[in-house]
């Protein structure tokens, strides 16, 4: 039996799930279903048969015996369905998906094909990877639909699906859930680790909170999910999104033996100069890989709330320095002081912030800042950019109604920056 039972578990080890720990556990759970259906088949075959089918029989243990060798294994196939450890999905909802569906009473569920139920069924469960209780069931006749409602809109869990009245499949797709951190499938939380120390950052960051978000518009045959892992261990922190399977943005602090002191300096320095102060101490490193947008972003925090963010970008880099002080809003009672305070905002006198920036450009970058044309962004209130004709070395400077800078960002196309 031994025999047996290693190849079966060799030719389980050959399927989708390779990558996934195949331990004792599991193997008990799917020789126990194997043996119930071994048992029901023996019962069957005990009832009294008469002579003249004995070698049918006989032959038809020859068969079973085989087949069962096979049922072994598609019975593993079938229930290792790795989830933190867990079998997640039970025999029964992958032979027939609609079995877990979830209503809610007094539902029209006859509007509702098996073909519908089905695509409903699979779509929460490979996608959300959560059933949710189905509340509303409405034929949508002009639009030649079928809608389906799930949870509670102001809730965390969330489902609206709309499928084609003729053939049931999916037209449109919206979802989010949240889960619990222990409930984040095996085939995301085995890359945390990995990704995490690929960036030089704290690989030990273990899942406190997880989202998911899944839509599909008019016009795309499969939804797209993202999911969102926040991270945490004591007082470090990170963040993980994944699109699909495939991690797109990584966040997370920096390991002590990969912060670039060079840099840490070179951050010290522009707050410095930025704020006019002395004696800041670095009180935090994170970086930031955004695939979407094509960016790595290097974020340095200081005592007085003060930072730093370099990023690197696939068309060029920016260098920003900021204050992130809350020194609050001006109490506004009336449409006029609202008015009076936005023209205060939007007409800052140019004078003013080229005295307020000019210096930190010039000892920072080593940049004349008269080289560079002021424009204003009606659309985009306390904020204004400083361009020179070629448009591809820009300043953009963030200020209060009084004329006090919170933020300057320098972003130039050639990704090289003058100065120390």
Not at 185 to 193: G, L, N, V
Not at 259 to 286: C, H, M, P, Y
Not at 407 to 415: F, H, K, L, V, Y
């Amino acid at each position: 039996m031994k025999r047996e039972d290693d190849q079966w578990e060799k030719e389980i080890r050959k399927g989708p799930f390779t990558a996934s720990p195949f331990t004792e556990d599991h193997k008990r759970r799917v020789l126990q279903q194997v043996e119930w259906m071994r048992t029901a088949s023996s019962k069957e075959g005990e009832a009294q048969v008469s002579p003249r089918h004995q070698r049918l029989r006989k032959n038809r243990r020859g068969f079973l015996v085989a087949g069962m060798s096979a049922l072994v294994i598609a019975g593993g196939m079938f229930l290792w369905s790795w989830d933190d450890g867990q079998f997640a999905k039970s025999l029964m909802e992958q032979i027939n998906p609609a079995s877990a569906l979830l209503f809610t009473d007094h539902l029209n569920v006859d509007i509702l094909t098996d073909q519908m139920k089905k695509n409903v069924a699979i779509t929460m469960r490979d996608d959300l990877g959560k059933q949710l209780r189905i509340t509303k069931v409405q034929d949508l006749p002009v639009s030649g639909r079928i809608y389906v409602e799930a949870g509670q809109e102001t809730g965390a869990d969330y489902a609206q699906i709309w499928l084609d009245a003729k053939t049931g499949n999916l037209r449109e797709v919206q979802m989010k859930t949240e889960m619990q951190p222990s409930r984040l499938e095996h085939r995301y939380t085995r890359q945390i680790p990995s990704l995490l120390e690929g960036m030089g950052m704290i690989p030990t960051l273990q899942p406190v909170k997880v989202r998911r978000s899944v839509g599909m518009q008019q016009g795309k045959t499969e939804p797209t999910s993202y999911t969102v892992a926040d991270l945490r261990e004591g007082d470090s922190y990170g963040e993980i999104i994944w699109r699909q399977d495939q991690a797109i943005s990584i966040t997370g602090e920096l390991r002590p033996d990969q912060i670039s002191q060079d840099e840490v300096a070179k951050a010290k320095r522009a707050i410095e100069v930025f704020s006019g102060k002395a004696n800041f101490n670095l009180e935090g490193t994170n970086r930031i890989k955004d695939d979407e947008i094509g960016e790595v972003s290097t974020f340095f925090s200081f005592n007085d709330n003060y930072f730093v963010k370099m990023t690197e970008a696939k068309n060029g880099s920016r260098y920003l320095v900021g204050d992130s002080n809350n020194y609050g809003e001006p109490q506004i009672s009336s449409t006029e002081e609202m008015e009076a305070y936005q023209d205060q905002l939007l007409n800052i006198d140019e004078n003013l912030l080229r005295e307020k920036v000019g210096p930190f450009v010039k000892n920072f970058f080593n940049v004349d800042l008269e080289d560079y044309k002021l424009h204003r962004n009606a659309g985009q209130l306390g904020s204004v950019t400083f361009k020179r004709d070629s448009d591809r070395d820009v300043f953009e400077v963030q200020y209060k109604e009084d004329g006090r800078v919170t933020m300057i960002t320098r972003e130039i196309s050639s990704g090289m920056y003058g100065g120390n």
